[in-house]
């Protein structure tokens, strides 16, 4: 019983907004307001994705998502690998200096970054000393590149590398294979569980993710899409219905992708305790 | 079959050392040296020694209040967020039906975005048309203007930053319920102890390191406050919502101060890196 009012509290909003989204304006703005609308609709959905501009928005948030997951699949699989597999003086030190930079908070790179990201040579009308134009500011590759890295995605491969049997790369080692072959052809092939949970936590971060965005996208047909939300609700506060509409298509994909991976989902994170 | 494979090993860490670098290591150590310069992006930085901190600490009002909204949200969120969490998890640990449904709802928050969860609760607290007013009409109480109301905007906003997170401390807590063994229940009832006193004199007890973990990273979550503050209320009404995130962000992007930021940005950077710090002992404790 406590349960179940727990749970309704804890949903309801869920339920609000999708109920709203799918009411005509009438029904929006009745008093008292209405539960379940009469009829439904999905004229909010068609006006926050053409006339809002929210297609445009969603392919962005995409695009640079996919591009971010897999990039960063790709540079902390490598990463972690050597940290995991390969002998090299400095190996354990280096690790922990990674693992230290957990400890920067995102927002304390934030104008640096900003400024680096401006005076990337030759982008963005830039010279080779990066002068003259704007850099990665504004573009897709401003919101791609600074968050490919990051420890975490590095110490989730290493942990999975360490406990492959050491009898599979010798094995390929005799066989004649190179470092490089035994990571592409023996190594990556078995990750699929940190992979998984790589591209998972990646993806959420990187489609939720705002502040960054808020700070290096200027131009209205590059905004992400919770960029376009937060510039919405400023902008047109009456427009609740288009708002409600946008809300859902916002969180949707990551909703999705955890309602069915919720089991890796829950289970990453009450093992790591991080990034979430 | 021990050899050296330095060379290797340099071209495999080479993307993921050098961008960690370039985009975060860098940027974390140039911070430093900004923010005792002025610095308006357009002019070249000046070096002015410890102005900036000078007039943040001490001449600097709407700083001071940033500084007490950031106080008065951690202190809001911190608590609450971790105890009802671990209600959660309690609840969801136990053998109910639909287990994993209710795990999964409590969870739905998290996963969503802060600023699709800030538009949506701008809905609920929307005094003419939203459902809160309404549920306090209905209870024959006063309606609020929320958002807009100085002294109710900041819990408005705890409200709703609690709902988003308490998933996720239930989430740990869950792990650490789940370590606990059966046995230890068992013999305390055998003792005569009730739920509560089971509770009360295993369970927390058994759960104390990860309530530490979970302290700091609510704490350090709690300082890092911003998109909810940009979205719902701008930092308003009369300042009553700016936090020091939100006045990092002002002061660098609206007003162009990279300098006075850079030094908000540095007292910011003291207080989570050494919060960070005891987490990370804490965490690299768990590991090994």
Same mark, same amino acid.
């Given at each position: 019983?406590?349960?179940?009012?727990?749970?309704?509290?804890?949903?309801?909003?869920?339920?609000?907004?999708?109920?709203?989204?799918?009411?005509?304006?009438?029904?929006?703005?009745?008093?008292?307001?209405?539960?379940?609308?009469?009829?439904?609709?999905?004229?909010?959905?068609?006006?926050?994705?053409?006339?809002?501009?929210?297609?445009?928005?969603?392919?962005?948030?995409?695009?640079?998502?996919?591009?971010?997951?897999?990039?960063?699949?790709?540079?902390?699989?490598?990463?972690?690998?050597?940290?995991?597999?390969?002998?090299?003086?400095?190996?354990?030190?280096?690790?922990?200096?990674?693992?230290?930079?957990?400890? /920067?908070?995102?927002?304390?790179?934030?104008?640096?970054?900003?400024?680096?990201?401006?005076?990337?040579?030759?982008?963005?009308?830039?010279?080779?000393?990066?002068?003259?134009?704007?850099?990665?500011?504004?573009?897709?590759?401003?919101?791609?590149?600074?968050?490919?890295?990051?420890?975490?995605?590095?110490?989730?491969?290493?942990?999975?590398?360490?406990?492959?049997?050491?009898?599979?790369?010798?094995?390929?080692?005799?066989?004649?294979?190179?470092?490089?072959? /035994?990571?592409?052809?023996?190594?990556?092939?078995?990750?699929?569980?940190?992979?998984?949970?790589?591209?998972?936590?990646?993806?959420?971060?990187?489609?939720?993710?705002?502040?960054?965005?808020?700070?290096?996208?200027?131009?209205?047909?590059?905004?992400?899409?919770?960029?376009?939300?937060?510039?919405?609700?400023?902008?047109?506060?009456?427009?609740?219905?288009?708002?409600?509409?946008?809300?859902?298509?916002?969180?949707?994909?990551?909703?999705?992708?955890?309602? /069915?991976?919720?089991?890796?989902?829950?289970?990453?994170?009450?093992?790591?305790? /991080?990034?979430? | &079959?021990?050899?050296?494979?330095?060379?290797?090993?340099?071209?495999?860490?080479?993307?993921?050392?050098?961008?960690?670098?370039?985009?975060?290591?860098?940027?974390?150590?140039?911070?430093?040296?900004?923010?005792?310069?002025?610095? $308006?992006?357009?002019?070249?930085?000046?070096?002015?020694?410890?102005?900036?901190?000078?007039?943040?600490?001490?001449?600097?009002?709407?700083?001071? *209040?940033?500084?007490?909204?950031?106080?008065? =949200?951690?202190?809001?969120?911190?608590?609450?967020?971790?105890?009802?969490?671990? *209600?959660?998890?309690?609840?969801?640990?136990?053998?109910?039906?639909?287990?994993?449904?209710?795990?999964?709802?409590?969870?739905?928050?998290?996963?969503?975005?802060?600023?699709?969860?800030?538009?949506?609760?701008?809905?609920?607290?929307?005094?003419?048309?939203?459902?809160?007013?309404?549920?306090?009409?209905?209870?024959?109480?006063?309606?609020?203007?929320?958002?807009?109301?100085?002294?109710?905007?900041?819990?408005? *906003?705890?409200? &709703? $930053?609690?709902?988003?997170?308490?998933? =996720?401390?239930?989430?740990?807590?869950?792990?650490?319920?789940?370590?606990?063994?059966?046995?230890?229940?068992?013999?305390?009832?055998?003792?005569?102890?009730?739920?509560?006193? $089971?509770?009360?004199?295993?369970?927390?007890?058994?759960?104390?390191?990860?309530?530490?973990?979970?302290?700091?990273?609510?704490?350090?979550?709690?300082?890092?406050?911003?998109?909810?503050? =940009?979205? &719902?209320?701008?930092?308003?009404?009369?300042?009553?919502?700016?936090?020091?995130?939100?006045?990092? =962000?002002?002061?660098?992007?609206?007003?162009?101060?990279?300098?006075?930021?850079?030094?908000?940005?540095?007292?910011?950077?003291?207080?989570?890196?050494?919060?960070?710090?005891?987490?990370?002992?804490?965490?690299?404790?768990?590991?090994?």
């Amino acid at each position: 019983m406590l349960l179940a009012i727990v749970a309704i509290t804890m949903l309801f909003p869920f339920f609000w907004v999708v109920s709203t989204s799918l009411k005509f304006d009438a029904e929006i703005f009745s008093w008292p307001p209405v539960w379940i609308p009469s009829s439904l609709t999905l004229q909010q959905y068609v006006t926050c994705l053409q006339t809002a501009n929210f297609t445009l928005y969603l392919f962005n948030s995409a695009f640079v998502t996919i591009m971010r997951t897999v990039f960063t699949v790709a540079v902390a699989s490598l990463a972690g690998y050597a940290f995991a597999r390969l002998h090299f003086r400095g190996r354990d030190l280096l690790f922990l200096a990674v693992l230290a930079t957990l400890m /920067i908070p995102f927002q304390a790179v934030l104008i640096p970054l900003f400024l680096l990201v401006k005076w990337i040579p030759l982008a963005g009308g830039n010279d080779l000393f990066g002068r003259g134009g704007i850099g990665w500011i504004d573009s897709y590759w401003g919101l791609i590149v600074p968050g490919v890295a990051n420890a975490f995605d590095i110490f989730l491969f290493r942990q999975f590398f360490i406990t492959v049997p050491q009898e599979l790369e010798d094995a390929a080692r005799i066989d004649g294979a190179s470092d490089f072959g /035994i990571f592409w052809r023996i190594m990556l092939p078995l990750s699929a569980a940190p992979t998984v949970v790589v591209i998972i936590f990646t993806f959420q971060s990187c489609w939720n993710e705002f502040l960054w965005p808020l700070v290096v996208i200027q131009s209205s047909k590059m905004r992400t899409v919770q960029l376009g939300l937060a510039q919405f609700a400023q902008q047109r506060l009456v427009d609740w219905g288009p708002l409600m509409a946008g809300a859902v298509v916002a969180s949707l994909p990551v909703i999705l992708i955890f309602l /069915i991976m919720q089991r890796h989902f829950i289970q990453a994170v009450s093992t790591t305790g /991080i990034k979430a | &079959m021990k050899r050296r494979q330095g060379l290797v090993a340099f071209f495999f860490l080479l993307p993921g050392i050098g961008l960690l670098i370039i985009f975060l290591l860098v940027p974390s150590i140039v911070v430093f040296y900004f923010s005792f310069t002025k610095y $308006s992006v357009i002019e070249a930085p000046k070096w002015i020694g410890f102005l900036n901190f000078k007039e943040l600490l001490l001449e600097d009002s709407i700083f001071k *209040i940033a500084t007490f909204n950031t106080a008065y =949200y951690t202190l809001g969120t911190v608590p609450l967020t971790i105890v009802i969490g671990l *209600i959660l998890a309690v609840i969801v640990n136990a053998k109910i039906k639909f287990r994993t449904f209710f795990r999964v709802a409590f969870y739905l928050p998290v996963v969503t975005s802060i600023i699709a969860v800030s538009v949506i609760w701008m809905w609920l607290y929307n005094p003419t048309y939203g459902l809160l007013n309404y549920f306090l009409q209905k209870l024959s109480l006063p309606t609020q203007d929320w958002l807009f109301d100085v002294k109710l905007v900041m819990p408005s *906003i705890i409200l &709703m $930053s609690v709902w988003q997170r308490v998933g =996720y401390i239930m989430i740990l807590y869950l792990a650490g319920l789940q370590n606990i063994p059966d046995q230890l229940y068992g013999a305390a009832k055998i003792d005569g102890a009730n739920k509560l006193n $089971s509770f009360w004199y295993i369970t927390l007890p058994l759960l104390k390191p990860i309530t530490l973990f979970v302290f700091i990273i609510t704490v350090i979550g709690a300082f890092q406050v911003f998109s909810q503050i =940009y979205v &719902m209320t701008g930092g308003g009404p009369a300042s009553a919502t700016t936090t020091i995130v939100h006045q990092l =962000y002002v002061n660098a992007f609206r007003y162009f101060s990279m300098g006075y930021a850079s030094a908000i940005t540095v007292l910011l950077f003291l207080i989570i890196f050494s919060l960070s710090v005891l987490s990370f002992k804490f965490f690299g404790g768990r590991e090994s």
